[in-house]
Nanobody, 120 residues
Protein backbone atom coordinates (compact mmCIF):
# COMPACT_ATOMS: atom_id res chain seq x y z
CA UNK A 1 0.00 0.00 0.00
CA UNK A 2 0.98 3.60 -0.59
CA UNK A 3 -0.09 6.64 1.40
CA UNK A 4 -0.03 10.25 0.26
CA UNK A 5 -0.24 12.99 2.87
CA UNK A 6 -0.71 16.64 1.92
CA UNK A 7 0.07 19.63 4.11
CA UNK A 8 0.48 23.39 3.87
CA UNK A 9 -3.03 24.54 3.14
CA UNK A 10 -4.73 27.39 4.96
CA UNK A 11 -6.31 30.80 4.73
CA UNK A 12 -4.43 33.49 2.81
CA UNK A 13 -5.30 36.93 1.51
CA UNK A 14 -5.49 37.63 -2.23
CA UNK A 15 -2.00 38.19 -3.59
CA UNK A 16 -0.47 35.99 -0.91
CA UNK A 17 1.48 32.75 -1.15
CA UNK A 18 1.28 29.21 0.14
CA UNK A 19 3.47 26.16 -0.30
CA UNK A 20 1.82 22.76 -0.37
CA UNK A 21 3.70 19.54 0.28
CA UNK A 22 2.80 15.92 -0.43
CA UNK A 23 4.79 13.02 0.97
CA UNK A 24 4.42 9.50 -0.39
CA UNK A 25 5.22 6.49 1.78
CA UNK A 26 4.73 2.73 1.75
CA UNK A 27 5.52 0.06 -0.80
CA UNK A 28 7.29 2.26 -3.34
CA UNK A 29 9.74 1.00 -5.94
CA UNK A 30 9.48 4.15 -8.04
CA UNK A 31 7.28 7.18 -8.49
CA UNK A 32 6.70 7.92 -12.16
CA UNK A 33 4.76 11.16 -11.83
CA UNK A 34 3.11 13.29 -9.18
CA UNK A 35 0.26 15.69 -9.75
CA UNK A 36 -1.71 18.33 -7.93
CA UNK A 37 -5.46 18.49 -8.51
CA UNK A 38 -8.00 20.84 -6.99
CA UNK A 39 -11.72 20.80 -6.50
CA UNK A 40 -13.76 23.88 -5.71
CA UNK A 41 -17.28 23.64 -4.27
CA UNK A 42 -19.76 22.66 -6.95
CA UNK A 43 -17.05 22.09 -9.55
CA UNK A 44 -15.29 19.10 -11.02
CA UNK A 45 -11.81 18.15 -9.89
CA UNK A 46 -9.21 19.63 -12.22
CA UNK A 47 -5.56 18.89 -12.87
CA UNK A 48 -3.45 21.85 -11.77
CA UNK A 49 0.15 20.74 -12.26
CA UNK A 50 2.21 17.65 -13.08
CA UNK A 51 5.82 16.67 -12.60
CA UNK A 52 7.44 13.50 -13.93
CA UNK A 53 10.31 11.60 -12.38
CA UNK A 54 12.52 13.19 -15.03
CA UNK A 55 11.51 16.66 -13.93
CA UNK A 56 9.18 17.61 -16.78
CA UNK A 57 6.35 19.86 -15.65
CA UNK A 58 3.01 20.98 -16.98
CA UNK A 59 0.38 23.41 -15.73
CA UNK A 60 -3.21 24.33 -16.35
CA UNK A 61 -3.36 27.72 -18.09
CA UNK A 62 -5.03 29.46 -15.14
CA UNK A 63 -1.99 28.98 -12.86
CA UNK A 64 0.88 29.39 -15.31
CA UNK A 65 3.34 32.01 -14.09
CA UNK A 66 1.92 31.87 -10.55
CA UNK A 67 2.33 28.24 -9.41
CA UNK A 68 5.47 26.12 -9.47
CA UNK A 69 5.57 22.36 -8.99
CA UNK A 70 8.79 20.73 -7.83
CA UNK A 71 9.86 17.41 -6.44
CA UNK A 72 12.42 15.74 -4.22
CA UNK A 73 12.85 12.19 -5.49
CA UNK A 74 14.94 11.15 -2.50
CA UNK A 75 12.15 12.16 -0.14
CA UNK A 76 9.24 11.00 -2.33
CA UNK A 77 7.85 14.48 -1.94
CA UNK A 78 6.22 16.95 -4.29
CA UNK A 79 5.67 20.64 -3.62
CA UNK A 80 3.36 23.26 -5.06
CA UNK A 81 4.49 26.84 -4.57
CA UNK A 82 1.50 29.09 -5.09
CA UNK A 83 2.07 32.82 -5.52
CA UNK A 84 -0.24 35.71 -6.38
CA UNK A 85 -3.18 33.73 -5.11
CA UNK A 86 -6.67 34.69 -6.21
CA UNK A 87 -10.07 33.95 -4.67
CA UNK A 88 -10.76 31.59 -7.57
CA UNK A 89 -7.85 29.42 -6.40
CA UNK A 90 -9.92 28.48 -3.35
CA UNK A 91 -10.37 24.72 -3.37
CA UNK A 92 -9.36 21.46 -1.77
CA UNK A 93 -5.99 20.53 -3.27
CA UNK A 94 -5.25 16.84 -3.77
CA UNK A 95 -2.00 15.05 -4.45
CA UNK A 96 -1.98 12.17 -6.93
CA UNK A 97 0.94 9.88 -7.70
CA UNK A 98 1.61 7.12 -10.21
CA UNK A 99 3.58 4.54 -8.24
CA UNK A 100 5.28 1.28 -9.15
CA UNK A 101 5.52 -1.00 -6.11
CA UNK A 102 8.05 -3.70 -5.31
CA UNK A 103 5.92 -6.26 -7.16
CA UNK A 104 6.31 -4.05 -10.26
CA UNK A 105 2.62 -3.26 -10.28
CA UNK A 106 1.76 0.33 -11.23
CA UNK A 107 -1.28 2.29 -10.14
CA UNK A 108 -2.32 5.75 -9.05
CA UNK A 109 -3.00 6.87 -5.50
CA UNK A 110 -4.78 9.88 -3.98
CA UNK A 111 -4.17 11.88 -0.87
CA UNK A 112 -7.03 13.15 1.30
CA UNK A 113 -6.55 16.77 0.34
CA UNK A 114 -5.72 20.07 1.99
CA UNK A 115 -7.98 23.12 2.00
CA UNK A 116 -6.75 26.36 0.46
CA UNK A 117 -8.91 29.43 1.02
CA UNK A 118 -8.07 32.77 -0.56
CA UNK A 119 -10.10 35.55 1.00
CA UNK A 120 -9.75 38.99 2.50
Amino acid sequence: QVQLVESGGGLVQPGGSLRLSCVASGSIFSINAMDWYRQAPGKQRELVATITSGGSTNYVDSVKGRFTISGDNAKNTVYLQMNSLKPEDTAVYYCNAEVTNWSRSTRRYWGRGTQVTVSS
